[in-house]
């Protein structure tokens, strides 16, 4: 994982000298992370996310770049996980500028309200005009809501989605910070998500398989032998040096394995 990102900041500079070299205009500014799939239990959404007319022709660039660079890998893109930094000019009394850093769903609704002739949405006009599901729009109107960004009628963003729930532009916003942070509070909602616990479990046994593989042909073997060669058959992703020692326990526990009588090795249990 720490390597993938060492990667994509190298990518990334690279992606400038390419910018520059074929005098591509962008618009906003673009720099995407490249990750090993099997190394991060994250994949598309369902629904597949529009991405805002600002930053299309960012990422067709982008695309093209590392098709030039890598020829026959393929890009899968995660707009779920895609943050971006927007700049306010609307706060009154004194148009005070703010740079809002938020997810790509926050930054998708927000920009409905760039339409001069636009004051007023529903709910459902929102996730109509995003083509965001129900849970997601809720949940970015529910942050943009809380943190006074956006003001609604019912005040308060229940736990349910109403239709017909309306939001404005909070014109009289304000805030210590010129910096406001909004993305990180969909952190918990994307670690719980149902998919990423799949993604655990399904791990786990791959761990456990590949403990009982070796268990079975070594027959005896040391911890460090052991986990050492876990991590060799396990080319899909890497567990950490506690998932494997959790799995070994977990298969000592279900008479798979026993620990030596030098406590430091095991032995396998036909």
């Not at 500028?97 to 997810?103: D, F, I, K, R, S």
């Not at 050492?228 to 494997?244: G, W």
């Not at 977990?250 to 032995?267: C, F, G, H, P, V």
């Amino acid at each position: 994982m720490f390597t993938d990102m060492e990667v994509s900041v190298d990518l990334n500079q690279n992606f400038s000298k390419y910018i520059q070299e074929k005098s591509c205009d962008l618009g906003p500014d673009f720099s995407a992370n490249v990750l090993t799939s099997g190394s991060w239990p994250l994949f598309p959404p369902k629904v597949p996310v529009m991405l805002p007319r600002e930053s299309e022709r960012g990422q067709h660039v982008f695309e093209q770049f590392y098709k030039e660079k890598y020829n026959g890998r393929r890009l899968t893109w995660l707009h779920q996980m895609s943050t971006a930094i927007m700049k306010t000019c609307y706060a009154l009394p004194n148009n005070r500028v703010y740079e809002l850093q938020v997810t790509l769903y926050q930054m998708n609704t927000l920009l409905l309200f760039n339409n001069p002739h636009v004051t007023t949405l529903t709910a459902l006009e929102i996730q109509e005009a995003t083509h965001i599901q129900e849970k997601d729009i809720h949940f970015a109107l529910q942050v943009l809501t809380k943190n006074r960004i956006l003001v609604s009628e019912p005040k308060d963003v229940g736990p349910q989605f109403l239709p017909e729930q309306t939001f404005n532009l909070n014109y009289e916003y304000k805030s210590q910070s010129r910096k406001v942070t909004l993305h990180t509070a969909s952190q918990k909602d994307t670690i719980e998500d149902p998919t990423m616990k799949a993604v655990c479990v399904d791990r786990k046994y791959a761990i456990q398989a590949a403990i009982v593989r070796v268990m079975k042909t070594r027959k005896h073997i040391n911890h460090q032998q052991l986990v050492a060669e876990v991590l060799v058959q396990l080319k899909s992703f890497k567990p950490s040096i506690a998932d494997i020692k959790k799995n070994i326990d977990n298969l000592i526990e279900k008479d798979y394995m026993e620990r030596a009588e030098d406590t430091n090795s095991y032995n396998y249990i036909a």
